[in-house]
């Protein structure tokens, strides 16, 4: 019987195919830039903005369990990207993990939702370093007219509705998202170097806040720990387990967990530049764990302080860190900080919007988007640059127009789904492909994905439901891209129609993918 395309698996030849070809991206990048890609995405928004969030509206000081949970999903995750990252050390991430493992429709729909994950990631850092530069031009008594300093409309948690801000856009994120597209189509060398520069002075900036806080730390503001609950968990709007707020929202140090999960999403962007590590079956595994552990132990760490020097009802929300320095009669911190989280937040945003152009690139290379357009790789440069200047214009739109509360949560439940299909599939292939070398093995299997898919499965739960409906809303327009375009350009279809006619099944000898000199090539490189 011959297999449906729609459940097609990508064979493992064609992605080590892949690699070899002309149109592919340079490999640069050792073990000490991949860890620093990893940290450079993970500490930034997280750790100076959506502390504020998750500590002033959901947890108390109880935020320090929630990193710690949220840690753990990632750990479950981490281990997952890092074996398949070593089998197939190319551009994709989950998207290429899925295809070789649950077939051609889930890795449309895996790939669709890492595109509005790294996109809307990338807007909610733009957000957030908009907030923290205006917090250091106010040190320097500059004020931007209140048109140009805000999204048009932010979500108050305490009327549960949405309201207006009087302000037309924020005019700092769209600019900081230019100027960042710019760099990323000179090339993935001096972006990572820039981003290994930035790297260095920002954990620098982040043990100042570890060590220089100690002092300010008053135990009481520890008390109560969990005032709204060590749960948490909710089901479409009905909360199973803990408080609801008044919007309907679950609250809790679970609930907490899933809206500062957004601050661990950097660590898998590392499986996205596979393709251009010099040692990719050895340095992405090490980049990937690497970074985890590191941002983990810093953010339990800085979660701790800021909820012992400010009562958690006072953490100023756009900028919790630089602001528990200011009420603590440190001015002078407080314009140090905000000017570390500037260039952290920078390097979040340099990370994210370089992965997204490299999802683009591999779906691409797939027919699942156009690739004269996706998948262009310039001749100078070896960038995709025109799938990076796209990515800039809508990161630019929705950072300069869309409140952080909106957007972070979206971003979370995007991500986590994506990480449950890649425990998922690290479990399919072990069935389907024990022999295939694995230089990295998750230990402890099945406990290991298992324990992913559970723990990520909870977050998502605990996160409102109305990113529920935005994730089904987002996922049912991939599925019409896919089946009026994809389908139908695919090429891993055309290599099952080949198939077919080698192997003597009547195949539909007039469909014109069959004809077609560049994807008929592709395909043809698979068997």
């Not at 449309?108 to 509005?116: A, R, V």
């Not at 006072?314 to 320095?325: L, M, Q």
């Not at 998922?424 to 299997?445: D, G, K, N, Q």
């Not at 279809?493 to 000898?509: H, I, M, W």
């Amino acid at each position: 019987m011959p297999t449906s395309p729609l459940f097609a698996r990508k064979p493992l030849s064609l992605l080590y195919e892949e690699m070899k070809g002309e149109n592919r991206l340079r490999r640069v990048l050792g073990p000490v830039q991949l860890s620093a890609l990893g940290i450079g995405a993970v500490i930034g928004t997280g750790i100076f903005v959506l502390t504020g969030v998750a500590a002033h509206d959901k947890t108390g000081p109880a935020l320090m369990l929630s990193f710690v949970v949220s840690g753990l999903a990632c750990i479950f995750a981490a281990l997952c990207y890092a074996e398949f990252a070593s089998m197939a050390p190319v551009a994709g991430s989950a998207y290429t993990y899925a295809y070789a493992t649950l077939g051609e429709l889930f890795a449309w729909i895996i790939g669709w939702d890492l595109i509005l994950e790294y996109a809307v990631a990338s807007m909610t850092v733009a957000h957030g370093w908009s907030k923290n530069f205006q917090d250091i031009l106010m040190v320097a008594g500059i004020h931007l007219p209140k048109a140009l300093n805000n999204a048009p409309f932010d979500y108050d948690p305490m009327l549960g509705r949405l309201v207006m801000t009087g302000s037309l856009m924020d005019l700092p994120a769209i600019l900081i998202a230019a100027a960042v597209t710019v760099v990323l189509v000179i090339g993935i060398r001096e972006s990572a170097g820039v981003n290994t520069v930035i790297v260095g002075i920002k954990i620098a900036i982040v043990l100042f806040v570890i060590v220089a806080g100690v002092f300010y730390i008053n135990p009481a503001n520890w008390h109560p720990f969990a005032p709204y609950g060590l749960t948490g968990v909710s089901f479409f709007g009905h909360t199973l387990w803990g408080q609801t707020g008044k919007g309907g929202e679950p609250l809790g140090m679970l609930s907490g967990a899933a809206v500062i999960f957004f601050a661990y999403i950097g660590f898998d962007s590392v499986s996205t530049h596979a393709e251009e590590a010099k040692n990719p079956q050895k340095d992405v595994p090490i980049g990937i764990i690497a970074s985890l552990i590191i941002c983990t132990v810093l953010y339990i760490a800085v979660s701790a302080i800021l909820t012992g020097m400010v009562p958690y009802d006072k953490i100023n929300i756009e900028t919790p860190v630089s602001d528990a320095f200011r009420q603590a009669g440190l001015p002078w911190a407080r314009f140090l900080i905000s000017l570390g989280a500037v260039l952290g937040i920078t390097s979040v945003l340099l990370v994210m919007m370089l992965s997204q152009p490299r999802v683009w690139l591999a779906m691409a290379r797939d027919g699942m988007v156009p690739e004269s357009f996706f998948g262009a790789v310039h001749e100078r440069f070896r960038t995709p640059w025109k799938a990076t200047i796209l990515t800039g214009v809508f990161v630019a739109i929705g950072g300069g127009l869309l409140p952080l509360r909106i957007l972070a949560d979206l971003t979370n439940i995007g991500t986590l789904f994506a990480f449950v299909v890649v425990c998922a599939a690290v479990l399919i292939m072990r069935r389907l492909h024990p022999e295939a070398p694995r230089p990295f093995r998750a230990p402890l299997s099945p406990f290991v994905p298992v324990a992913g898919i559970l723990t990520c499965l909870m977050l998502m739960f605990s996160l409102p439901p109305e990113n529920w409906y935005r994730l089904i809303i987002w996922l049912a327009l991939g599925l019409v891209i896919y089946f009026a375009y994809s389908r139908h350009h695919s090429v891993m279809a055309t290599y099952l129609l080949r198939e077919e006619q080698v192997s003597g099944v009547s195949a539909r000898a007039g469909d014109p993918r069959l004809h077609d000199p560049k994807v008929e090539d592709r395909a043809g490189k698979g068997r």
